[in-house]
């Protein structure tokens, strides 16, 4: 096969002349290179160039992809044991009061609850925008994936009195309201 040289010229579309021109001017150019030196292929080093960035891109893509997946599964367990461990209300009658994102909320307990909920057995969570009571192990699995989940939640240690405590005798009603 011919090459595109030889083709055009028998076409009549190049000259012989241009095209003794062209080939004198890449001999001279390559006896002008360092000979330890190699020609750099521009396009290569172009393609390459864009490979390398796609490359990245893709990288960078599945990352945010792996890191929503995560996100995903993790609403899911909590999802899951909110609504798998949640202590069911009933009709409560004791208003008990808490802060969620610097407001004053509200939930109905039976006394028990409320009871329960102050030395730190229970603990209150939000979940879709409700309020639900799980125990306070559930919470602290909760807490672990997501924080901001629990709202309430006591430490049943910090109901110990200490033993040289001044104030012993004088202890807050569980029942004061705020």
Not at 9 to 30: P, S, V, Y
Not at 66 to 95: C, F, P, W, Y
Not at 97 to 116: A, G, P
């Amino acid at each position: 096969m011919a090459s595109l040289q030889d083709q055009l010229l028998k076409a009549g579309l190049a000259d012989a002349k241009k095209a003794k021109q062209i080939n004198k001017e890449k001999r001279k150019q390559a006896k002008q290179a360092p000979k330890g030196q190699q020609q750099v292929d521009e396009a290569a080093v172009a393609a390459r160039q864009a490979q390398e960035a796609k490359a990245q891109r893709d990288r960078e893509l599945n990352r945010q992809r792996q890191a929503e997946a995560e996100r995903r599964a993790i609403l899911a367990q909590i999802k899951q044991l909110i609504t798998s461990n949640r202590v069911d209300r009933g009709n409560g009658d004791i208003a008990y009061q808490f802060t969620h994102d610097k407001k004053i909320k509200k939930i109905y307990l039976s006394e028990t609850l409320q009871t329960q909920l102050m030395r730190g057995f229970l603990a209150i969570v939000e979940l879709d925008g409700n309020y639900e009571l799980v125990p306070s192990v559930i919470a602290e699995k909760i807490s672990q994936r997501d924080e901001s989940r629990v709202l309430t939640r006591k430490d049943p240690a910090a109901n110990q009195v200490e033993e040289d405590d001044p104030y012993a005798d004088y202890q807050i009603p569980d029942d004061l309201m705020w």
